[in-house]
């Protein structure tokens, strides 16, 4: 029975580990070929790189591409290797770093411009890159770009961070706004408290005390897992979500909006 996504091809920024992975897997699947784009290959929370799993365990084909999302010139060639696969289809800004967790005050200039560099510019031109290449292409295309609770609700000690998801939010707007005449879709997931390395390593709160307390007060009483992100992910990708566009979905467990 094909697959939400068959003979569609898809560039996940961000690929190797946490959400991305899941993604990527996801994708292949629901049947599509994917580009892994990453600066790394081996993901953070160990095991095989995420393109030699889909490669073994599903009947699609993927690749690896090194990708630093603050070089335009790695974006661009992201987008090129899906031509491997007939051309792109979908495109996921998902690579995200946290940046530094402190009062704004002892935020330095670098650390803030590399967490924009990499969370907003970044979205910013691999959305550009992809929807030069779907326009060529003339097939229409939808861009997923990730952005965070962060992005609708700002929160302490992660101004840059709440700053840079929420251009990412309007950025999203935006974009839908200016390709649909192209049919290409651009829409947004804010994810809330997911499982990944980001949550358990970068700012520990999963297995914490407070994230214990944190997770008392969602009506989905559990944590998200890359896999719950990564569905909503497979929506909006396909042709389920083909009236969809400058939307956001919430992946939250209905966190902000119950708050």
């Not at 491997?84 to 770093?97: E, H, L, Q, R, S």
């Not at 590399?114 to 970044?122: E, I, K």
């Not at 389920?240 to 939250?252: F, G």
Request: glycine letters at 12%.
């Amino acid at each position: 029975m094909p697959g939400l996504l068959t003979d569609r091809a898809a560039v996940v920024t961000g690929g190797s580990s946490g959400n991305g992975r899941a993604i990527a897997t996801r994708f292949a699947e629901e049947g599509a070929d994917v580009v892994v784009a990453d600066v790394q290959a081996d993901p953070r929370e160990g095991g095989d790189p995420t393109h030699e799993i889909i490669e073994s365990e599903t009947d699609r084909s993927a690749t690896f591409v090194e990708c630093d999302v603050t070089d335009r010139a790695s974006l661009d060639a992201a987008v090129d290797a899906a031509d491997d696969f007939g051309g792109i289809d979908v495109m996921v800004n998902n690579a995200g770093i946290l940046g530094p967790v402190a009062e704004i005050g002892e935020i330095d200039y670098e650390g803030y411009r590399q967490l924009m560099d990499v969370n907003l510019d970044g979205v910013y031109f691999g959305a550009q890159a992809a929807a030069r290449r779907m326009k060529e292409r003339g097939e229409g295309g939808s861009i997923v770009n990730m952005s965070s609770v962060a992005g609708i609700v700002g929160y302490p000690e992660i101004t840059p961070y709440s700053a840079a998801k929420g251009g990412v939010r309007l950025l999203t707007y935006a974009l839908a706004g200016e390709l649909g005449q192209y049919d290409i879709r651009v829409n947004v997931i804010h994810p809330g408290v997911i499982e990944t390395a980001m949550t358990t390593e970068d700012m520990p709160m999963i297995g914490t005390q407070e994230g214990e307390a944190i997770r008392e007060t969602l009506p989905i009483q559990r944590y998200g897992t890359p896999e719950d992100v990564a569905n909503a992910a497979v929506f909006l990708a396909s042709d389920l979500a083909s009236y969809v566009t400058a939307e956001s979905i919430l992946v939250d467990g209905g966190m902000v909006n119950t708050a």
